[in-house]
């Protein structure tokens, strides 16, 4: 019989809804639009052995953010997000072999995120020949021998592109950069390049790692946290736990950011009755609501306010025998400091003073801070260098290696710390190299390989001629669409690891192969019994993930497998690995990563441990600082603020609360009042009026770039919001169109999504 298509109401933006933001986040309806699409997609059974395994010490991590675990686990150790990407994974719903005749790529290509993940799981391998444009199912065998005999013909290494998803297990990832440099390239891609990066260069220069130096537990020992360029309440809603326990010891809360999100305001706790019938927590005590990219020059600002305390009181404000025996650079930044033109400040921030000197005087009657932040700091030019400032500020009162204070970078992915401590980046260290190549007896390649940006850009030019994927979707995610999608197809083969579809199945290389796999929440039998991966978390917490459930189908096969058989059809004998062995009992690999990767000696031992371990953290643990002095660094950042030319708005882009990086889920964005619909630009109601704009009416959002390149999203509805003013804000992945390839944070790489000048035009049609 002819396939029936799921039914998939795709969003009609002629009905799109816009209502009141809301003033608290979570609560009952946190708790119903959890469970409401589980128990309708998933059923009553399948929701249970799921969402009571997650995030448990012998359940399964999530896969939606890489929050931590606290050592005591309630019984429902997850929130809504949480909820939706484990129904979105375990759907029964399978992508059958008839599918792909029915549906060429070019018209899938005609297709939304949302539509192409709502066919369901993958369960069969599916190739696409040069020159045809149908996907056709392939056996596993040959699908090995089609990517290994393309990988084997290339005229170079670095002639291909291996990406990684934030998703992918510690065991994979070990795994799968071992086959990319016994393959002989250092090009391994991956999704933190987009996100933290800057943290990772910023942290890494002062401090010497760019982890965060905080445990789960500081949060509640905290007397002061300062939230940066994060929404916690749709990203990572289980923070708002922490908040509160913040809150309830005592604990102040400052959000700076330029909209006021609801997460950010209350938090009504859905496990606690004042949650539910309460009016719940107030969690900011001070909202600074800064113009995009002035979070730097507010940094400078305190910190200057910080040293003028310090000379009217000598002695008694700076931690003089932390920064004598630990700290290097005071004297530099005093005198750097010194010059800061508070006029720049106001124009930078778009605060008054006396807020910028509420939040000083907070930060000096506190004897313990965190400051926390996410792609709101690190998406910018100067994303690495306000990094430095958040490391400067704290270093000044000695915040750093004690309970309640330090640094913490908020990671989204559930598993993109561990990737990047497994050895999944392009320029990993000698040490890390050589310990690889003792281990596995061979010469690792040393030249640093293609990050995410550069990658694109060696696509576009011909350099790189074969892209593997494992997890992600790159096309989606990456900056400036148009050349992302050129720069694809511009290759011979792409290969796509994953267990829905996504644009990037649609955007191909002349040949393209999809292999599905499993997900995390299901059981993974191989020969030996069955298997367990591991995760670490965004605070160096390293745990184990047991899935619960059967595999949607029975020939699916898991990341591990799909890597040691990729690596046995290309690489086979090049060096003393046992491939056949690692997809055979995953403690093999275990083993390996002992030997390879520092703080996990005895990883089989330590990961079987409840609740796993916590790899070392020098300046959490000792105020120890592997930086080349053994100090960390206070630095000197020349503040550069976003111009906005006249009739122009700086715009970032950013998550609904129905998605999860480009997986969407569904239409609406309650907390920010958008119902059925996505194409909208969020604008102040001053700037709608200076720009001679109406709420309601519909625009072309224009990039305006150096490079004259036309980028523009057409026809999008103007929503009146409580944005800073010059400041605009629309959805990702829709407004990655607007960002050039170009325009990329100093040092670090990453796209600049966060500070994007558009020019708002009247739509004709």
């Not at 690190?378 to 270093?395: D, F, R």
């Not at 599905?516 to 978390?537: H, K, L, N, W, Y």
């Not at 917490?541 to 619960?548: E, L, P, Q």
């Given at each position: 019989?002819?396939?029936?298509?799921?039914?998939?109401?795709?969003?009609?933006?002629?009905?799109?809804?816009?209502?009141?933001?809301?003033?608290?986040?979570?609560?009952?309806?946190?708790?119903?639009?959890?469970?409401?699409?589980a128990i309708e997609k998933m059923?009553?059974?399948?929701?249970?052995?799921?969402?009571?395994?997650?995030?448990?010490?012998?359940?399964?991590?999530?896969?939606?953010?890489?929050?931590?675990?606290?050592?005591?686990?309630?019984?429902?150790?997850?929130?809504?997000?949480?909820?939706?990407?484990?129904?979105?994974?375990?759907?029964?719903?399978?992508?059958?072999?008839?599918?792909?005749?029915?549906?060429?790529?070019?018209?899938?290509?005609?297709?939304?995120?949302?539509?192409?993940?709502?066919?369901?799981?993958?369960?069969?391998?599916?190739?696409?020949?040069?020159?045809?444009?149908?996907?056709?199912?392939?056996?596993?065998?040959?699908?090995?021998?089609?990517?290994?005999?393309?990988?084997?013909?290339?005229?170079?290494?670095?002639?291909?592109?291996?990406?990684?998803?934030?998703?992918?297990?510690?065991?994979?990832?070990?795994?799968?950069?071992?086959?990319?440099?016994?393959?002989?390239?250092?090009?391994?891609?991956?999704?933190?390049?987009?996100?933290?990066?800057?943290?990772?260069?910023?942290?890494?220069?002062?401090?010497?790692?760019?982890?965060?130096?905080?445990?789960?537990?500081?949060?509640?020992?905290?007397?002061?946290?300062?939230?940066?360029?994060?929404?916690?309440?749709?990203?990572?809603?289980?923070?708002?736990?922490?908040?509160?326990?913040?809150?309830?010891?005592?604990?102040?809360?400052?959000?700076?950011?330029?909209?006021?999100?609801?997460?950010?305001?209350?938090?009504?706790?859905?496990?606690?009755?004042?949650?539910?019938?309460?009016?719940?927590?107030?969690?900011?005590?001070?909202?600074?609501?800064?113009?995009?990219?002035?979070?730097?020059?507010?940094?400078?600002?305190?910190?200057?306010?910080?040293?003028?305390?310090?000379?009217r009181n000598p002695g008694s404000?700076?931690?003089?025998?932390?920064?004598?025996?630990?700290?290097?650079?005071?004297?530099?930044?005093?005198?750097?400091?010194?010059?800061?033109?508070?006029?720049?400040?106001?124009?930078?921030?778009?605060?008054?003073?006396?807020?910028?000197?509420?939040?000083?005087?907070?930060?000096?009657?506190?004897?313990?801070?965190?400051?926390?932040?996410?792609?709101?700091?690190?998406?910018?030019?100067?994303?690495?260098?306000?990094?430095?400032?958040?490391?400067?500020?704290?270093?000044?009162?000695?915040?750093?290696?004690?309970?309640?204070?330090?640094?913490?970078?908020?990671?989204?992915?559930?598993?993109?710390?561990?990737?990047?401590?497994?050895?999944?980046?392009?320029?990993?260290?000698?040490?890390?190299?050589?310990?690889?190549?003792?281990?596995?007896?061979?010469?690792?390649?040393?030249?640093?390989?293609?990050?995410?940006?550069?990658?694109?850009?060696?696509?576009?030019?011909?350099?790189?001629?074969?892209?593997?994927?494992?997890?992600?979707?790159?096309?989606?995610?990456?900056?400036?669409?148009?050349?992302?999608?050129?720069?694809?197809?511009?290759?011979?083969?792409?290969?796509?690891?994953?267990?829905?579809?996504?644009?990037?199945?649609?955007?191909?290389?002349?040949?393209?192969?999809?292999?599905?796999?499993?997900?995390?929440?299901?059981?993974?039998?191989?020969?030996?019994?069955?298997?367990?991966?591991?995760?670490?978390?965004?605070?160096?917490?390293?745990?184990?993930?047991?899935?619960?459930?059967?595999?949607?189908?029975?020939?699916?096969?898991?990341?591990?497998?799909?890597?040691?058989?990729?690596?046995?059809?290309?690489?086979?004998?090049?060096?003393?690995?046992?491939?056949?062995?690692?997809?055979?009992?995953?403690?093999?690999?275990?083993?390996?990563?002992?030997?390879v990767v520092a703080g996990c000696?005895?990883?089989?031992?330590?990961?079987?441990?409840?609740?796993?371990?916590?790899?070392?953290?020098?300046?959490?643990?000792?105020?120890?600082?592997?930086?080349?002095?053994?100090?960390?660094?206070?630095?000197?950042?020349?503040?550069?603020?976003?111009?906005?030319?006249?009739?122009?708005?700086?715009?970032?882009?950013?998550?609904?609360?129905?998605?999860?990086?480009?997986?969407?889920?569904?239409?609406?964005?309650?907390?920010?009042?958008?119902?059925?619909?996505?194409?909208?630009?969020?604008?102040?109601?001053?700037?709608?009026?200076?720009?001679?704009?109406?709420?309601?009416?519909?625009?072309?959002?224009?990039?305006?770039?150096?490079?004259?390149?036309?980028?523009?999203?057409?026809?999008?509805?103007?929503?009146?919001?409580?944005?800073?003013?010059?400041?605009?804000?629309?959805?990702?992945?829709?407004?990655?169109?607007?960002?050039?390839?170009?325009?990329?944070?100093?040092?670090?790489?990453?796209?600049?999504?966060?500070?994007?000048?558009?020019?708002?035009?009247?739509?004709?049609?």
């Amino acid at each position: 019989m002819p396939r029936k298509t799921p039914r998939v109401e795709e969003a009609d933006e002629n009905n799109l809804e816009v209502g009141k933001p809301k003033e608290w986040a979570a609560g009952f309806p946190g708790v119903y639009h959890s469970m409401k699409p589980a128990i309708e997609k998933m059923g009553v059974e399948r929701s249970r052995k799921t969402l009571l395994a997650l995030n448990q010490k012998d359940g399964f991590d999530c896969m939606s953010c890489a929050w931590p675990d606290p050592g005591h686990r309630k019984t429902f150790e997850f929130c809504e997000n949480g909820a939706k990407a484990v129904t979105w994974e375990a759907t029964p719903v399978l992508v059958p072999a008839e599918f792909w005749q029915e549906h060429p790529v070019s018209e899938l290509r005609g297709m939304s995120e949302y539509w192409l993940g709502m066919q369901g799981r993958l369960t069969e391998p599916v190739y696409k020949p040069a020159g045809e444009d149908h996907y056709r199912p392939v056996s596993w065998d040959e699908a090995f021998s089609i990517l290994g005999g393309k990988l084997k013909s290339l005229a170079s290494p670095d002639e291909a592109a291996f990406y990684t998803s934030g998703r992918t297990s510690n065991e994979a990832a070990f795994l799968y950069q071992l086959f990319v440099r016994a393959y002989g390239t250092n090009n391994l891609p991956d999704c933190s390049n987009m996100c933290h990066e800057s943290s990772g260069w910023g942290m890494g220069q002062t401090i010497g790692i760019g982890k965060a130096t905080i445990s789960y537990d500081d949060f509640a020992q905290a007397d002061l946290i300062i939230i940066m360029g994060q929404n916690p309440g749709t990203n990572h809603p289980r923070m708002l736990t922490a908040l509160e326990e913040a809150k309830e010891a005592g604990g102040e809360i400052v959000a700076v950011n330029p909209l006021p999100e609801a997460g950010l305001r209350r938090y009504k706790n859905p496990q606690k009755v004042k949650g539910i019938v309460g009016h719940g927590t107030q969690i900011a005590d001070q909202f600074l609501q800064i113009r995009l990219g002035g979070d730097m020059a507010l940094l400078q600002a305190v910190s200057k306010r910080v040293l003028d305390a310090e000379a009217r009181n000598p002695g008694s404000v700076l931690d003089h025998a932390f920064l004598q025996e630990h700290c290097q650079g005071l004297e530099e930044l005093k005198e750097h400091l010194a010059e800061l033109d508070e006029r720049e400040v106001v124009e930078a921030t778009g605060l008054r003073r006396e807020e910028i000197d509420e939040l000083a005087e907070r930060y000096l009657r506190a004897e313990k801070v965190i400051i926390t932040w996410a792609m709101g700091i690190t998406q910018h030019k100067k994303g690495v260098a306000t990094i430095k400032e958040i490391i400067n500020l704290l270093l000044l009162r000695g915040n750093m290696g004690k309970p309640g204070a330090g640094a913490s970078p908020i990671r989204g992915h559930s598993n993109v710390q561990g990737d990047r401590t497994m050895g999944i980046w392009e320029q990993m260290p000698p040490a890390f190299l050589d310990a690889l190549g003792k281990e596995f007896n061979f010469d690792p390649p040393r030249e640093h390989g293609a990050d995410a940006v550069e990658t694109i850009r060696r696509m576009r030019d011909g350099d790189i001629r074969v892209f593997v994927g494992l997890g992600g979707n790159l096309v989606g995610a990456i900056s400036d669409s148009q050349a992302a999608e050129g720069a694809m197809e511009n290759t011979e083969m792409t290969v796509q690891i994953s267990t829905k579809l996504n644009r990037s199945h649609t955007v191909t290389g002349k040949e393209a192969l999809i292999l599905p796999t499993m997900g995390r929440t299901e059981i993974d039998m191989q020969a030996s019994g069955p298997q367990f991966v591991s995760v670490e978390d965004t605070v160096c917490a390293v745990h184990a993930s047991h899935g619960t459930v059967r595999p949607v189908a029975p020939d699916l096969l898991s990341e591990v497998a799909i890597i040691s058989r990729l690596a046995r059809a290309t690489v086979d004998g090049k060096i003393d690995a046992d491939w056949a062995g690692f997809e055979r009992d995953y403690d093999l690999i275990r083993d390996h990563i002992s030997h390879v990767v520092a703080g996990c000696e005895d990883y089989n031992r330590k990961i079987r441990q409840k609740g796993g371990f916590v790899l070392p953290n020098g300046p959490r643990d000792s105020r120890t600082f592997p930086t080349p002095t053994g100090k960390a660094m206070l630095t000197v950042n020349h503040l550069e603020h976003v111009e906005r030319p006249a009739g122009t708005l700086i715009l970032q882009s950013m998550r609904s609360h129905d998605q999860f990086n480009t997986t969407i889920y569904g239409h609406d964005d309650r907390y920010r009042g958008i119902r059925k619909g996505r194409d909208v630009v969020f604008v102040s109601p001053e700037d709608i009026a200076e720009l001679g704009l109406s709420d309601g009416q519909h625009v072309d959002i224009h990039g305006v770039y150096e490079d004259n390149v036309q980028r523009v999203l057409r026809k999008f509805r103007v929503v009146s919001y409580p944005t800073a003013r010059g400041c605009a804000a629309a959805y990702y992945p829709e407004a990655n169109v607007l960002v050039p390839l170009e325009s990329v944070a100093e040092g670090s790489n990453t796209p600049v999504s966060k500070a994007v000048i558009v020019r708002l035009e009247p739509s004709l049609g």
